[in-house]
């Protein structure tokens, strides 16, 4: 109690909260006297994630299983918060996949990872990514299905417990998300006019995408090449943030880049510890009331309205 008040706690939930990025979201929230709501598909992995937390002496850190693909699943995280806090007050949309397969690359041979891109830039590296990574349809799909699809339906089922308080929504993107990606115009222009741009035909073109992708007239279709299932559904998903924030202006969604980090996704090739990937996302996430909303974070911190 502060002079008779009950201090208020806000509540935040993180999706694929179990390691990477997320985890260090997770940390970070909670040490900054947030209630976190740790999800992660699978319920071992995210307990073992919230003990660890706790070890670290975060007591406020609760562990709730969400699979972002899966309706039933974000319909018993809904019902839990409901039932638990009546409310919401941050969702990190951290959760996502790489959309191809990393293979291994044999001319490292047994070297620690710290050592294997140690004398190679940022450039180099991204560069070694693509050479030793395969697009695959299941990727693509689950890269689709995930980062595009299951951002928007956990978005959709929490957002009348976000509306009930100063809610902010932060999706976690990539600079592969921009649009420079694009090769055609049309969809460049499409993806980025917002004032035309529904929910539907967003829709559309991720199916057209995919349809795309099946055929293997990705090129052919004005697409990303390279890593194309990761930086459409992330174009994708920038552009319902961008949608989302204008049909509910009192809350604010934005975007953010935490930079290129070590990881799991990126075969640890990054050159960001997740601590510092991490504290781009809370940044966002804490930032004093009435800031921007449909705006892109890049790896600088600026608030940008243009995600091409
Ligand atoms: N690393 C980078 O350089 C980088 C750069 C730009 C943007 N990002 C973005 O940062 C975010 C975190 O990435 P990261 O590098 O920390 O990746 P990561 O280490 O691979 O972690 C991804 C997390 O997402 C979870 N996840 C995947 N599919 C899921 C699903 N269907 N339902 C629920 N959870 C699911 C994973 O769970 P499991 O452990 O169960 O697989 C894991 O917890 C992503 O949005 C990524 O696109 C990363």
């Keep these: 109690m502060i002079h008779g008040t009950v ?22 929230l909670a040490g900054s006297e947030v209630t976190v709501i740790l999800t992660a598909r699978d319920e071992a992995r995210g307990t073992a994630a919230v003990k660890k937390l706790r070890e670290l002496g975060f007591s406020g850190v609760i562990f709730h299983q969400l699979e972002v693909t899966d309706g039933s699943s974000i319909d018993r995280l809904s019902d839990f918060l409901k039932t638990r806090f009546g409310r919401l007050d941050i969702l990190v949309n951290n959760a996502a996949t790489r959309g191809c397969e990393l293979v291994d690359d044999p ?15 940022g450039h180099q590296r991204v560069e070694w990514m693509l050479r030793n990574s395969q697009q695959s349809f299941d990727a693509t799909k689950e890269a689709v299905q995930t980062n595009y699809y ?20 932060i999706n976690v993107t990539s600079g592969f998300g921009l649009l420079r990606f694009f ?3 049309q969809l460049k222009q499409e993806l980025n006019d917002i004032d035309r741009l ?21 090129e052919a279709g004005g697409w990303p090449t390279e890593f194309s299932a990761y930086k459409v559904a992330k174009a994708a998903m920038n552009a319902y943030s961008r949608l989302l924030a204008r049909r509910h202006p009192a809350l604010r969604v934005n975007c953010v880049d935490p930079g290129y980090v070590r990881t799991d996704m990126t075969g640890h090739s990054g050159l960001l510890t997740p601590e510092e990937g991490g504290a781009r996302v809370v940044a ?25």
Aim: a negative charge; charged letters at 20%.
């Design 150 to 169: 299951g951002t928007k339906q956990v978005t959709e089922a929490l957002l009348p417990l976000l509306l009930s308080s100063d809610g902010r929504i």
């Design 284 to 308: 966002v996430a804490l930032l004093p009331a009435g800031g921007p909303t449909g705006a892109f974070f890049d790896a600088a911190g600026e608030a940008s309205p243009s995600f091409v």
């Design 183 to 185: 090769r055609s115009e």
């Design 198 to 218: 529904t929910q539907e035909r967003l829709d559309e073109l991720l199916d057209a995408f995919l349809m795309d992708f099946a055929a293997g007239t990705v």
């Design 107 to 121: 001319s490292f041979g047994p070297k620690p990872t710290m050592e294997k891109f140690s004398g190679m830039d």
């Design 7 to 28: 201090a208020f706690v806000r509540i935040a939930v993180v999706t694929g909260g179990n390691k990477g990025i997320g985890f260090e979201v997770c940390r970070q």
